[in-house]
């Protein structure tokens, strides 16, 4: 089982339409989640973390379920500025930081 | 602020050359990464240093690679000697660990070629 895995996608969604991103992590231990996204051609930059209760960040909700190791994000009234990759990360390595990324999903908002 | 620097942006080289890629992480910062992506294998974690110390080098795919820390504002990066399957864009990244929110800031990427 790989690290960390995440939907392959690609998602192709019309402008407004609510998207929903899954991961899963094999390392039972893990402490910190994350979700980043990358442009097209840019360096990966933090979206949001992920806390044990849930968490929202105006139309981004992020969700972690411990027993299942299994994380989500929901993207919702999607707008055509969230065409992106979107990037699973797990911290494996406890206060030493080891962050290991998933492949990514492609979301692609279509007008 | 500056953040993290890396460089070249681009190199194009033919396979069995040597390739150093250097990388300049926030300062204050004090743990390092390296990545290398391709779209077969998506972002790997190659190594990462924390208080210029190497943690975890067990992403390095074979004995061509490898990456120094001498100091806390220099890493290098190096394949010796060069293949073409080692084409893909080569990250640097940065955190400050204890940091409220443990965020990795990348560099621009180090884009390989080797033909």
Same mark, same amino acid.
């Given at each position: ?22 991961? *899963? ?79 990514? *999903? ?6 | ?115």
């Amino acid at each position: 089982r790989k690290e960390v895995e995440q939907d392959p996608g690609p998602f192709n969604v019309p402008e407004g339409a609510t998207v929903a991103f899954n991961c *899963t992590y094999s390392n039972s231990a893990s402490q910190s989640f994350f979700w980043y996204r990358q442009d097209c051609r840019k360096e990966p930059k933090l979206l949001m973390s992920v806390y044990s209760s849930g968490n929202e960040d105006g139309r981004f909700t992020a969700q972690l379920n411990r027993a299942s190791q299994y994380i989500s994000l929901l993207i919702r009234d999607s707008k055509l500025s969230d065409s992106a990759t979107y990037l699973c990360v797990v911290n494996m390595g406890g206060s030493n930081y080891k962050l290991t990324f998933g492949k990514g *999903t492609l979301l692609t908002v279509n007008p | 602020d500056a953040g993290v620097i890396q460089s070249p942006r681009h190199e194009v080289t033919e396979m069995g050359q040597e390739v150093t890629l250097r990388c300049k992480p926030i300062s204050g910062h004090n743990s390092l990464f390296w990545y290398r992506q391709t779209m077969m294998r998506g972002l790997e974690l190659l190594i990462y240093f924390n208080n210029n110390v190497p943690i975890d080098d067990s992403g390095m795919p074979e004995d061509r690679f490898s990456a120094k820390m001498p100091n806390a504002s220099f890493s290098t990066l190096k394949i010796q000697p060069s293949e073409p399957r080692d084409s893909a864009v080569y990250f640097c990244a940065s955190l400050r660990m204890g940091g409220a929110t443990g965020e990795l800031f990348f560099g621009e990427g180090s884009r390989l070629t080797v033909l």
